[in-house]
């Protein structure tokens, strides 16, 4: 089958490695695509919000199977505008991905199907919400309604800065129309986790765990970022807390999702915070993590295409889905100044060592990347790479990841020194 896939990052390029290994795969596209992507499809230059081109594309190059990578166009409905035009497509319709694309919509829902989460309260009006926090205790944590990149999140520690917080959200729009609604959500403690789960509409099956590092600085000091490095699996998610998620929480969620009315198909992923009082969800998304992915898809073992096919018919339950025993670890190589202000444009050199070791299982994810005049590589974006290596453990998969990481250059390369830096001994 001719396959198309959507997006231009680090989870859209490991998607496109991992499509390309599947003997299904006749022609492969990606839109927009990157310098990495590029060695496994042929880059189109349509960008992921320009749908009547992308269907366009579709139609000509009678694509079997289109795959939507980013949140952007699966909020704003691409996957629907595919199945119009009688195109097979991987990912929610526009009615499940506000699952993600809406935080007021995601906390109603928990609220009213049980699901454990965060206690909160929703604001359209700036004064409303200002009122509302002379009620609570601090640190609070203000969200941005709608998609903000991963940075619409603010934890402030007093009233200063929770006002502060409003005025930029709500007042200042900093994340644009996504702020127009805010949450204002009591404060969790304890460890983050990431689940990964294809969801047919009824079936959910979860892929291994895994842990983020979304502070630009070691330490988890310094600014939000999209994330700049994760290891998987995360040996502080036990059996025992996967049962009770299973229960409490992954299956409840595709179950009220189908009895709203907006059966979910795709990737459904869940972050949670593991607290005292146990497990609770702390946002959802509505596609694969970057660089969750990056992480996760060296280790499926099944063809990607068989389970992406499962999730559009129906078919989940008839998948047996396998991962293998190894660690993973990336380590995001990023431009220094992300993720205020970055240059771009700076040649890259070393792929070619990362690229010979593959078979040992160190690999580098293109996420800002574009060829230069004479085909070579350049820096163009804020997250450049991501160095990631499986292994038998998770420090082996560490000293790996890090390994390939230092043979990788670009003027202005910054990276954290500490990734899975806790877990190098477990």
């Not at 892929?207 to 310094?222: F, I, L, P, T, V």
């Not at 807390?241 to 179950?255: L, N």
């Amino acid at each position: 089958m001719n396959v198309l896939l959507v997006g231009s990052g680090g989870r859209e390029h490991a998607l496109a490695w991992k499509i390309a290994q599947s003997p299904k795969v006749d022609a492969f596209y990606c839109a927009p695509g990157n310098a990495g992507i590029a060695e496994f499809a042929e880059c189109v230059p349509i960008a992921a919000m320009e749908f009547d081109r992308l269907v366009e594309f579709a139609k000509e190059k009678e694509i079997g199977l289109a795959v939507v990578g980013m949140d952007d166009p699966l909020v704003g409905g691409l996957i629907d505008r595919f199945e119009e035009a009688g195109i097979r497509a991987f990912g929610p319709r526009k009615n499940a991905a506000i699952l993600e694309g809406s935080k007021a919509f995601s906390k109603d829902l928990m609220k009213k199907y049980g699901i454990p989460t965060a206690k909160y309260e929703n604001f359209t009006d700036p004064a409303a919400a200002l009122a509302y926090l002379e009620t609570v205790d601090f640190p609070i944590v203000l969200k941005a309604d709608g998609l903000a990149l991963g940075k619409g999140v603010l934890i402030c520690e007093d009233m200063e800065a929770a006002k502060a917080g409003v005025k930029q959200i709500m007042e200042d729009k900093a994340f644009g129309t996504a702020g127009n609604k805010m949450v204002i959500e009591e404060f969790m403690t304890g460890r983050e986790v990431s689940v990964l789960s294809f969801v047919d509409g009824e079936t959910i099956k979860t892929m291994s765990s895994s842990q983020d590092y979304k502070r630009a600085k070691d330490g988890n000091e310094g600014l939000n970022t999209g994330g700049m490095g994760n290891f998987s699996p995360t040996p502080f998610y036990t059996p025992e807390i996967d049962a009770f998620c299973q229960e409490k929480i992954f299956r409840p969620t595709v179950a009220a999702m189908k009895a709203e009315g907006r059966p979910f198909k795709g990737v459904i992923f869940f972050g949670l915070m593991l607290t005292e009082n146990g497990p609770k969800v702390l946002e959802y998304n509505a596609r694969f993590g970057d660089p969750e992915a990056q992480v996760i898809l060296p280790r499926l073992k099944n063809d990607i295409i068989d389970v992406f096919e499962a999730c559009i018919d129906g078919k989940l339950d008839e998948l047996d889905l396998e991962f293998s025993d190894e660690a993973a670890v990336i380590v995001i190589l990023a431009s220094d100044g992300y993720p205020v202000a970055y240059e771009k444009g700076k040649v890259i050199t070393g792929l070619d060592t990362v690229k010979a070791h593959e078979a040992e299982g160190y690999y580098c994810f293109h996420a800002g990347t574009k060829f230069g005049p004479e085909g070579e590589y350049l820096t163009n974006g804020g997250r450049v790479l991501g160095a990631c290596a499986t292994g038998k453990t998770l420090g082996e998969a560490r000293k790996k990841a890090y390994e390939a990481a230092g043979w990788v250059s670009f003027e202005n390369k910054y990276m954290r020194s500490d990734i899975a830096k806790e877990v190098e001994n477990m």
